[in-house]
C-alpha cells in the first residue's frame, strides 16, 4: 500500500500551497488548505489510487466512472471553482457563479503547487498554464474566474513567481477585499 507515499504527496503539495499564500497574502487561508484530504473518504481513496505523478482521482475515475473522493473534495473546499455552481432561478439551470477574490488567489497557489508536485524536476512557470490551457473547453468557470486565473497564470509564465505573487499580494488581494460587499 502506498500510505507513507500518498501522505508525504499531499503534505509536500500543502506545504507548497501555504508558502504560496504567504507570499499572496493569505496566510491563514493557506493554513487550512486541503485538510479535508486527511479525512478517510479522501484519503483511503488516495493511497488505494496513488498514482505519484497525477492525481489518485484520476485512477478512480478511470475504474469506477467517478471520484468519489473527488465530490467530497470540491464540495468542502471553496478554492475549487467546482465548488462554485449552483442553480440559477432565472435559467432554471446549475450556472457558475463568480469565485470571491480570497478562493481565486488560493486557487492559483493551489494549482502552482499541484504542477510543481506532479511535474518534480520537469517543472517550470509555463506548466500551469499549460495545465490550464489544456481543459478550457471542457471546464464550467464562472467567465471573470477563468479570465482573472489565466491572466495571473500567463503573468506567472511571462514574468515569473516573483512579480506574479507581489501582484496578487498588493494588487489583486487589495481589490478583492473592496469587493467583499458583493459576497455579504
Not at 501555504?18 to 479525512?39: E, N, P, T, V
Request: one cysteine or more; hydrophobic letters at 30%; charged letters at 30%.
Amino acid at each position: 500500500m502506498n500510505i507513507w507515499k500518498h501522505f508525504v504527496t499531499i503534505t509536500r503539495h500543502r506545504h507548497k500551497v501555504i508558502r504560496h499564500c504567504f507570499l499572496a497574502g493569505i496566510f491563514w487561508q493557506g493554513l487550512r488548505h486541503d485538510l479535508s484530504k486527511y479525512s478517510p473518504a479522501e484519503f483511503i481513496p488516495g493511497v488505494k489510487y496513488y498514482l505519484g505523478d497525477q492525481s489518485p482521482n484520476v485512477k478512480e475515475r478511470q475504474i469506477k466512472g467517478f471520484s468519489r473522493a473527488w465530490l467530497h473534495h470540491q464540495g468542502r473546499n471553496k478554492h475549487h471553482f467546482e465548488y462554485w455552481v449552483d442553480y440559477d432561478v432565472v435559467t432554471h439551470q446549475k450556472q457558475p457563479v463568480r469565485m470571491p477574490t480570497k478562493y481565486l488567489i488560493e486557487m492559483f497557489c493551489d494549482r502552482v503547487a499541484a504542477s510543481k508536485i506532479y511535474y518534480g524536476s520537469e517543472y517550470d512557470e509555463k506548466k500551469p498554464y499549460e495545465y490550464f490551457n489544456r481543459g478550457i473547453k471542457s471546464r464550467i468557470m464562472h467567465p471573470e474566474t477563468s479570465k482573472q486565473l489565466e491572466e495571473l497564470l500567463i503573468m506567472l509564465r511571462d514574468k515569473g513567481e516573483r512579480e506574479t505573487f507581489s501582484y496578487i499580494k498588493n494588487v489583486i488581494r487589495v481589490q478583492g477585499k473592496k469587493d467583499r460587499a458583493h459576497w455579504k
